[in-house]
């Protein structure tokens, strides 16, 4: 079998991690578009004696922290990649760790051999993101829409164990059009069937015509919304999820929006 062949069936799970560690679907395909490119001129670059799944995180993650090669080969316009720009903030390998832990599921074992590092300094750089993405998220007003009662549930207990406040529980897009209209959150978790036979989607449509606002999708079947087709949501959660992944996202999501916002006013 050919390495474009065993790294398939993880693209679209490579692309997920990439957008959350850029916080934008533009910048995080093209690292990925990078890689893929890589590949092809010389395919004697994908790592020996790792799982195609880990050898593939593993490449990616030595071309995004070139990150003046990788500018340079995709002609990135700097007022595009804001997202790119303020992940510096944040030490740069105890964040991948992080999310390789909380979002893509990699044990400890495969997290050491994707940065190169032994099990306990993988430890070690999961605890340290956690301190410093904690210090730079202030309390947020977050909205849920989800139909199913036990799953708002755990979710609103999710949120509050971090410090944050949900502004309420919507089970239908029309709920949810209403809902944002009496306080408009910093945060949206959005299921992607509801109660009434709506979409998700459809009812966070209709809420981003009107409200700048990060979004989490929650679903089932993630691969749904990593189709190719624009927009596409940077932050993604299967179901069922586990708690770790949706306070790992959440913190993201914040993250990104407030230093997107701090990067724009200073623009200006």
């Given at each position: 079998?050919?390495?474009?062949?065993e790294?398939?069936?993880h693209?679209?799970?490579?692309?997920?991690?990439?957008?959350?560690?850029?916080?934008?679907?533009?910048?995080?395909?093209?690292?990925?578009?990078a890689?893929?490119?890589?590949?092809?001129?010389?395919?004697s670059?994908?790592p020996?004696?790792m799982?195609?799944?880990?050898g593939?995180?593993?490449?990616?993650?030595?071309?995004?922290?070139?990150?003046?090669?990788?500018?340079?080969?995709?002609?990135?316009?700097?007022?595009?990649?804001?997202?790119?720009?303020?992940?510096?903030?944040?030490?740069?390998?105890?964040?991948?760790?992080?999310?390789?832990?909380?979002?893509?599921?990699?044990?400890?074992?495969?997290?050491?051999?994707?940065?190169?590092?032994d099990?306990?300094?993988?430890?070690?750089?999961?605890?340290?993101?956690?301190?410093e993405?904690?210090?730079?998220?202030?309390?947020?007003?977050?909205m849920?829409?989800?139909?199913?009662?036990?799953?708002?549930?755990?979710?609103?207990?999710?949120?509050e164990?971090?410090?944050h406040?949900?502004?309420?529980?919507?089970?239908?897009?029309?709920e949810?059009?209403?809902?944002?209209?009496?306080?408009?959150?910093?945060?949206?978790?959005?299921?992607?069937?509801?109660?009434?036979?709506?979409s998700?989607?459809?009812?966070?449509?209709e809420?981003?015509?009107?409200?700048?606002?990060?979004?989490?999708?929650?679903t089932?079947?993630?691969?749904?919304?990593?189709?190719?087709?624009?927009?596409?949501?940077?932050?993604?959660?299967?179901?069922?999820?586990?708690?770790?992944?949706?306070?790992?996202?959440?913190?993201?999501?914040l993250?990104?929006?407030?230093?997107?916002?701090?990067?724009?006013?200073?623009?200006?």
């Amino acid at each position: 079998m050919s390495i474009s062949q065993e790294i398939a069936p993880h693209l679209p799970h490579l692309r997920r991690f990439s957008r959350a560690l850029s916080g934008s679907q533009d910048s995080g395909d093209a690292y990925v578009v990078a890689v893929l490119e890589a590949l092809v001129a010389d395919p004697s670059i994908f790592p020996k004696g790792m799982s195609p799944r880990v050898g593939l995180y593993h490449l990616f993650l030595k071309i995004w922290n070139s990150v003046d090669d990788v500018h340079t080969v995709l002609n990135f316009d700097p007022t595009e990649t804001e997202a790119v720009h303020s992940i510096q903030t944040i030490t740069p390998q105890p964040r991948q760790a992080f999310l390789l832990l909380s979002v893509e599921g990699f044990n400890p074992d495969e997290i050491a051999k994707i940065l190169d590092r032994d099990v306990a300094s993988v430890g070690a750089l999961i605890d340290q993101a956690d301190r410093e993405i904690a210090e730079q998220i202030a309390p947020a007003a977050i909205m849920i829409i989800e139909d199913e009662p036990l799953t708002a549930a755990n979710l609103q207990v999710l949120v509050e164990s971090l410090g944050h406040r949900v502004t309420g529980i919507a089970r239908t897009q029309r709920e949810a059009v209403a809902l944002v209209k009496k306080e408009t959150p910093e945060l949206i978790l959005s299921d992607i069937q509801l109660d009434d036979g709506s979409s998700g989607v459809d009812a966070v449509n209709e809420i981003l015509n009107n409200y700048e606002v990060p979004v989490i999708f929650i679903t089932g079947h993630p691969e749904m919304l990593l189709t190719g087709a624009k927009p596409e949501p940077a932050f993604l959660i299967p179901k069922p999820f586990d708690p770790k992944t949706v306070k790992a996202i959440i913190s993201q999501a914040l993250f990104f929006d407030v230093k997107t916002r701090l990067g724009s006013a200073a623009a200006s």
